[in-house]
């Protein structure tokens, strides 16, 4: 059965350091989307991308963040200047068209610490 | 904005019982509802996914209903076992037209051996 894999699955970083965390989505989806959960907190909403463009981010998706799909199978997410607050694990997901209607299909996330 | 609330926020069963789990949702205006399991440390287990012309949706010992109107949704557990403990989410999309999934607080569940 398809899956969204992500890379790296823990990745540790200096603060002030730029992180490229990556996300290959299920074939043939069209929707991406970032999510992050800091530890004993709720899974947040980050960023939707379709269309190679940015459909809706939220207040915590600020310049320091950037989404990517550089080649048509990956998908990134750049944190251009870690801080210690960034520490969390971060969920890629990607669903097929017709978002709204279908299922989010979740990667087994990234757990990113800043030190 | 759309608020997810999931009741309790931890219950601890023993073995055999049947159980409940609450989610709430302050928009009635959603696309889906889908319940995760997350283990400590780990990702998200789809469980199931009710769209909204939906009313319920069941896999193996798992039951989750819909009531749009009310804005309530439950996650039902058939003879509970000590492999169900984990972190159980609710998650809604399609409030105010966004496709983007909001969580819910999820409740922690342990089942006792």
């Known amino acids: 059965e398809p899956e969204v894999t992500q890379t790296p699955s823990h990745q540790v970083t200096q603060m002030g350091q730029e992180v490229i965390l990556r996300c290959v989505p299920i074939?043939?989806?069209?929707?991406f989307y970032w999510y992050r959960q800091i530890l004993g907190q709720k899974v947040e909403f980050l960023v939707s991308?379709?269309?190679?463009?940015?459909?809706?981010k939220s207040e915590i998706f600020d310049d320091q963040f950037s989404v990517e799909r550089p080649d048509g199978s990956n998908f990134t997410l750049k944190i251009r200047s870690t801080k210690l607050e960034d520490s969390a694990m971060y969920f890629c997901?990607?669903?097929?068209?017709?978002?709204?209607?279908?299922?989010?299909?979740f990667g087994p996330g990234t757990r990113l610490t800043v030190t | 904005k759309q608020e997810v609330t999931q009741i309790p926020a931890a219950l601890s069963v023993p073995e055999g019982e049947n159980l409940v789990l609450n989610c709430s949702f302050t928009d009635s205006a959603i696309y889906n509802l889908q319940w995760f399991r997350q283990d400590p440390g780990k990702g998200l287990t789809s469980l199931l996914l009710?769209?909204?012309?939906?009313r319920e949706q069941t896999s193996g010992r798992l039951n989750a209903s819909l009531d749009k109107s009310s804005g309530r949704s439950t996650l039902y557990i058939a003879a509970s076992q000590p492999g169900d403990s984990a972190t159980y989410l609710c998650?809604?999309?399609?409030?105010?037209?966004?496709?983007?999934?909001?969580f819910g607080t999820g409740t922690r569940l342990k089942v006792l051996a």
């Open positions: 997901a990607s669903a097929p068209g017709l978002a709204g209607l279908e299922e989010q299909y």
């Open positions: 991308f379709y269309n190679n463009e940015i459909s809706e």
């Open positions: 009710i769209q909204s012309s939906q």
């Open positions: 998650a809604v999309s399609g409030a105010s037209g966004t496709y983007k999934y909001i």
């Open positions: 074939s043939n989806h069209l929707y």
